[in-house]
């Protein structure tokens, strides 16, 4: 019987668990399936506290349907009806302009505006900046199709005021990241495409959007209408509580495990690998699926191959800490219409973003009340995950205070910090990539399927669980 460890029990590990149960039967290979996870939950960044009528999220808060994936799981696995949408009319992103909120243009979509009169009309945007963006039209492709950072992208297509006012606080919020260093290749792929065909973002956005009327999937029966953003009732946990359920017998998840080294032992022909965690050594392992951050993946293969080891460690992350916190809704005089809003870096404020969750998604409390959360930290003030719980939320309610006029006396509040929580996909990101492929390739049976690799969202990280099992059940039953 084959022997397949999986290190770190977050969605990756558990989805990749849940596709070698799958595609493992389908072949009819017998397999014994281990799940290391250093914590007592699992889940790994995903994690929802239910407390006093509160859903709170302390990481992610939705996937997004554009990018199948994580809908499909959620159907395969019967919890389909759980899946909820946005409240459409809320549907209103704020930015924070000389200290006043503004509301983003109807038709603004990313930072590519596509609807004339509003963009025309907007405040958010100065005369010259709109004559610039509008420049977008006439600017010819880059003809080599290299890769850029968004910065210079954005900076060159639309100009420096759609980079301050749009481009850098959404990547702030989205990947709490430095739009100066990213790779516009690895993290908006769709801009370089929209580029190349088009000529143009603004037409090859509306093109996007003609075509995609035309292939949105309706809802299946019982099942909310789909928004770009969806989440569960009862929180992302759901989702985690439902793949541990279902993982076969076979399964086996070891809690409270953290895993401190992977050693190669060579025998003839065979390889196979020996774990060894703070609680006791795994041997004859035919198949190791690391799934941790690459920092702590660097530790464990540090015996088997300092080069990869190396590789792992340097790659760039960023850290940030959301602050979660509900109100009586009486206390609250702002309306809160909207998803929420976004701070450019201009503004020099500490806070970086700001969900109005209970407006952006039903279920998340009870109508008397309301539930905001805040985002601190990324690469333009990463300083601030640093700080102890209680610093971290008064420093929202005192941002809160400036920006929306909120002194009401919190009914709950709960910070989290994720320190190197975030990986950036920084210029040469595919480099990188490659280089520990072609590493892990010298150690047969030794897979790398993290979040730094192709994907940081959850729909991505289920993805590449799904191809990285069906590889392994591949090579098994070759
Ligand atoms: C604040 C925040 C907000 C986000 N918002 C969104 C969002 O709204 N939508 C979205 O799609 N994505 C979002 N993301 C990204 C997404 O949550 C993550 O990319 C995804 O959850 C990563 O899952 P994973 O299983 O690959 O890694 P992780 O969740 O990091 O899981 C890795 C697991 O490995 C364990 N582990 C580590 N080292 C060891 C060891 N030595 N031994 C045993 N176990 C170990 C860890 O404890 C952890 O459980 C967000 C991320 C953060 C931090």
């Avoid at 696995?77 to 949408?85: F, N, Q």
């Avoid at 060579?266 to 951050?293: A, C, H, Q, R, W």
């Avoid at 210029?427 to 030794?446: D, F, M, Q, S």
Wanted: glycine fraction near 8%.
């Amino acid at each position: 019987m084959k022997q397949i460890a999986i290190i770190g029990g977050g969605i990756s590990g558990l989805s990749t668990a849940y596709y070698l149960n799958k595609f493992l039967k389908a072949k009819k290979i017998d397999a014994q399936i281990h799940i290391f996870e250093k914590e007592t939950n699992l889940g790994g960044n995903i994690t929802t506290l239910n407390k006093n009528g509160f859903i709170i999220e302390g990481g992610p808060d939705c996937f997004i349907s554009e990018k199948p994936w994580a809908l499909k799981l959620c159907r395969e696995l019967g919890i389909g009806a759980e899946v909820v949408g946005t409240n459409e009319e809320n549907k209103k992103t704020f930015i924070l302009v000389n200290k006043k909120l503004i509301e983003m243009p109807e038709g603004l979509m990313l930072m590519i505006p596509t609807k004339i009169k509003p963009f025309l009309e907007t405040p958010l945007f100065s005369l010259p900046g709109k004559i610039r963006m509008g420049m977008d039209l006439f600017i010819p492709a880059k003809k080599d199709g290299s890769d850029e950072t968004l910065g210079s992208f954005v900076r060159r297509r639309l100009g420096q005021e759609a980079l301050d006012k749009i481009a850098e606080p959404l990547v702030a919020g989205i990947h709490a990241g430095n739009p100066e260093t990213m790779s516009l290749k690895n993290t908006f792929p769709r801009f370089l495409e929209m580029e190349q065909k088009y000529g143009s973002l603004i037409k090859g956005m509306i093109a996007r959007m003609d075509e995609a009327k035309k292939f949105t999937k309706k809802p299946e029966t019982g099942e909310p209408k789909l928004t770009l953003f969806m989440t569960l009732k009862e929180g992302l946990i759901e989702l985690i509580d439902t793949l541990k359920l279902n993982l076969l017998d076979n399964t086996k998840i070891m809690i409270k495990n953290n895993a401190l080294s992977i050693n190669k032992i060579t025998n003839g022909d065979k390889i196979s690998y020996e774990i060894k965690t703070d609680v006791f050594t795994m041997k004859d392992i035919d198949t190791v699926i690391l799934t941790t951050p690459a920092y702590a993946a660097a530790e464990l293969v540090k015996n088997l191959d300092n080069e990869l080891s190396s590789i792992l460690s340097n790659f760039p992350y960023v850290s940030a800490a959301t602050v979660s916190v509900g109100f009586k809704r009486k206390d609250i005089k702002h309306p809160l219409h909207g998803f929420g809003f976004l701070v450019p870096k201009t503004e020099r404020r500490k806070i970086m973003a700001t969900t109005w969750t209970s407006s952006k998604f039903s279920h998340r409390c009870d109508k008397d009340y309301v539930l905001l959360r805040g985002f601190l930290g990324g690469a333009a003030n990463e300083k601030m995950a640093d700080l102890e719980e209680k610093e971290l939320i008064e420093t929202v309610l005192s941002e809160w205070n400036a920006i929306m006029g909120i002194s009401a006396e919190p009914v709950i509040q709960k910070a989290y910090r994720w320190k190197k929580g975030m990986p950036q996909y920084v210029i040469g990101h595919e480099t990188t990539v490659e280089k520990i492929e072609k590493l892990a390739a010298n150690h047969p049976g030794l897979i790398f399927n993290g979040n730094y690799l192709r994907g940081v969202g959850i729909a991505d990280c289920i993805h590449n669980s799904e191809l990285t099992a069906q590889k392994i059940a591949e090579t098994m039953g070759n």
